[in-house]
């Protein structure tokens, strides 16, 4: 069975850092692109970033590119995603997903986690 589980959110003010994880078990991680999707109130899933099964190539939203970074322990079964510079607009539920480099459309994503919420404010 697929499981995904992600920690690391929480509350922090406009400007602070926060890094999430993603604990993946159930398949062969290190086969699999991996990627971090959020969701906030009143709006639909939209992609943040990807990464390659190998780590090697990654990818961001236009949003958070400079802020966030992603990237993988395949040893260890888990993604990851560190989140700085953080504005009050990154305040959504976060997911991991099994896809999300090449595959961008939550639609088109079988597999996610129960979600991780990080909210922004002062």
């Known amino acids: 069975e697929v499981q995904l589980v992600e920690s690391g959110g929480g509350l922090v003010q406009p400007g602070g850092s926060l890094r999430l994880s993603c604990a993946a078990s159930g398949f062969t991680f290190s086969y699999y692109d991996m990627g971090w999707f959020r969701q906030a109130p009143g709006k639909g899933r939209e992609w943040v970033s990807g990464i390659s099964y190998t780590g090697r190539s990654t990818a961001n939203a236009d949003a958070v590119k400079g802020r966030f970074t992603i990237s993988r322990d395949n040893a260890k079964n888990t993604l990851y995603m560190q989140l700085n510079s953080l504005k009050t607009e990154d305040t959504a539920m976060y997911y991991c997903?099994?896809?999300?480099?090449?595959?961008?459309?939550?639609?088109?994503?079988?597999?996610w986690g129960q979600g991780t919420q990080v909210t922004v404010s002062s």
């Open positions: 997903a099994r896809g999300g480099f090449n595959t961008r459309d939550p639609l088109n994503i079988r597999y």
